[in-house]
């Protein structure tokens, strides 16, 4: 599995973002009978992995978000482009950070956003907010 992030970028507050996660090697059977995720995650200077929201690449109504930023951002996936998005709205500047894009199998389910259950990782692509 492959994953590349993009589409992060300078922002003012109050602005919005869509981060892009564009993956390669997942099977079929991935998207409808194994239960893999993609999950975004964030890493601020000085502090630990984050992890910011995730869906599950079988179900639409699986998806997962930090209380941080429920209500500002979403997440959605194109299967058939085989790439999740996060739209991230109102964005703060405590939003600034280097936001990567994982992949867990079946056992995500157990901490949807805990960066350990993830097994593959794309590059990071920076989002900073600031005016």
């Known amino acids: 599995v492959q994953l590349q992030a993009s589409g992060g970028g300078l922002v003012q507050p109050g602005g919005s973002l869509r981060l892009s996660c564009a993956a390669s090697?997942?099977?079929?059977?991935?998207?409808?009978?194994?239960?893999?995720?993609i999950g975004w995650f964030r890493q601020a200077p000085g502090k630990e992995r984050e992890g910011v929201s995730c869906?599950?690449?079988?179900?639409?109504?699986?998806?997962f978000y930090a209380d941080s930023v429920k209500g500002r951002f979403t997440i959605s996936r194109d299967n058939a482009k085989n790439t999740v998005y996060l739209q991230m709205n109102n964005l703060k500047p405590e939003d600034t950070a280097v936001y990567y894009c994982?992949?867990?199998?079946?056992?995500?389910?157990?901490?949807?956003?805990?960066?350990?259950?993830?097994?593959?990782w794309g590059q990071g692509t920076q989002v900073t907010v600031s005016s």
């Open positions: 869906i599950s690449l079988r179900s639409d109504s699986n998806t």
């Open positions: 994982a992949s867990a199998g079946p056992h995500y389910g157990l901490n949807p956003l805990g960066a350990v259950y993830y097994d593959y």
């Open positions: 090697g997942f099977t079929s059977n991935d998207y409808t009978s194994n239960d893999y995720a």
